[in-house]
């Protein structure tokens, strides 16, 4: 049974995520993580832009079937394949900082939070952080870094902790951890440096459900950890943290005996986002010069990246040639399909190195996805719906 977990599900692109995840016939379950408290299905048109055919029959309203725009006309089964749960993201990464992901050395409390994480992240085979807000929703310069690089962190370890099949890696292992401003640690370096050796065969976390195959991310177009802007800054330092984390699980999967499949990660960086009447301050404008992309393209894409299996055949065919990563627009082929459509593979950033990141490794396994990227991606979910969905 095929899981998503979606952060920041009720989001402009977590919802179109919610909307095309629970109409695929391979995805039984959608854990979807809000803020909003006493979610039921009542409303779930106001949050996810779901509604019931049969809601809509009752309302005498069945013409937005397939209006991905707005909202999207589901059957009651794909409904209930949501399950909303409300997430006090501070509390959480408050916990779990203190916690460090470190498994309790004795039993614990039916009701003590760690059972209660384990639970929410564990069994899942896709992940979507769709998390984001602005320095002026949040407030304060100090709050925007909190969400959109302390609690993408702290998602992140979670899910691979709980679902990924070597788990979660220790915290000296990564130039970036919570709290620390997105600023680089250089305590890291021996430890990165000890990681580029080629590791010693580990056992398996029996934390982990071992379910986790692909990770999503949505960042910006333009993000970088060394830029001047904040914004673009702490989306880059998040996307930075995201890999190393998943490339060093990666090296571990490789390491452990039995058949372990790595995890592949896609970082969708959209360009300006078209919301459908309801962009933020400036972006009206900017659309008057710049392209932009629906949102739910870029949730199609997401979703396409979990289900779609040639493009993961094409994604380890590719890293499995000894010593090769395939140079911008020339992916290697896997019956038909190629890499090519997903750009190159993401290569270590110069804050990177200079934090201590070993360079000499290629991240093959990470793919960074422009607009164009996106678009293709998302096509390929069109494609592949079944005839009865088809309009």
Request: proline share 5%; glycine share 6%.
């Amino acid at each position: 049974m095929a899981s998503v977990i979606v952060a920041g599900a009720t989001g402009a692109i977590g919802r179109t995520v919610i909307q095309h995840a629970i109409r695929q016939p391979s995805i039984q379950r959608v854990v979807a993580l809000t803020r909003a408290a006493n979610v039921t299905e009542a409303n779930y048109e106001q949050l996810f832009g779901v509604v019931t055919r049969l809601k809509a029959a009752e309302n005498g309203n069945e013409t937005r079937s397939g209006n991905f725009a707005d909202h999207v006309m589901v059957t009651p089964q794909e409904a209930a394949k949501i399950q909303p749960i409300t997430m006090d993201w501070e509390a959480f990464t408050t916990y779990w900082t203190t916690a460090n992901a470190a498994t309790p050395a004795a039993p614990v409390a039916a009701a003590d939070p760690y059972n209660k994480y384990k639970e929410i992240f564990s069994g899942h085979t896709y992940a979507a952080m769709c998390l984001g807000t602005t320095r002026k929703d949040a407030g304060s310069a100090k709050q925007f870094i909190r969400c959109d690089y302390d609690y993408v962190i702290a998602f992140t370890e979670a899910v691979l902790k709980f679902s990924a099949p070597a788990g979660m890696g220790p915290e000296t292992a990564f130039t970036r951890r919570i709290a620390d401003g997105g600023a680089k640690r250089k305590d890291a370096v021996a430890a990165q440096a000890q990681a580029a050796a080629p590791p010693s065969p580990v056992p398996i976390s029996a934390d982990t459900t071992g379910t986790l195959r692909t990770f999503c991310q949505i960042s910006a177009s333009g993000s970088r950890s060394d830029s001047w802007f904040l914004y673009m800054r702490t989306k880059g330092s998040a996307d930075e943290a995201t890999v190393e984390r998943i490339h060093h699980h990666n090296r571990q999967a490789a390491a452990t005996a039995g058949d372990v499949e790595p995890i592949v990660l896609f970082l969708l960086r959209p360009g300006l986002l078209d919301r459908h009447g309801k962009s933020r301050m400036g972006e009206s404008i900017a659309r008057l010069f710049i392209s932009s992309i629906p949102v739910e393209t870029c949730g199609a894409a997401v979703v396409s990246a979990f289900v779609e299996p040639k493009i993961r055949q094409a994604i380890l065919a590719s890293a499995s040639q000894p010593g090769a990563t395939p140079a911008k627009g020339q992916g290697k082929t896997c019956k038909g399909e190629s890499t090519a459509l997903l750009g190159s593979p993401f290569e270590a950033t110069e804050a990177m190195k200079r934090a201590g990141v070993q360079s000499a490794e290629q991240c093959v396994y990470a793919y960074e996805l422009s607009n164009a990227n996106i678009k293709r991606l998302a096509a390929r979910l069109s494609e592949s719906k079944p005839a009865a969905e088809a309009p």
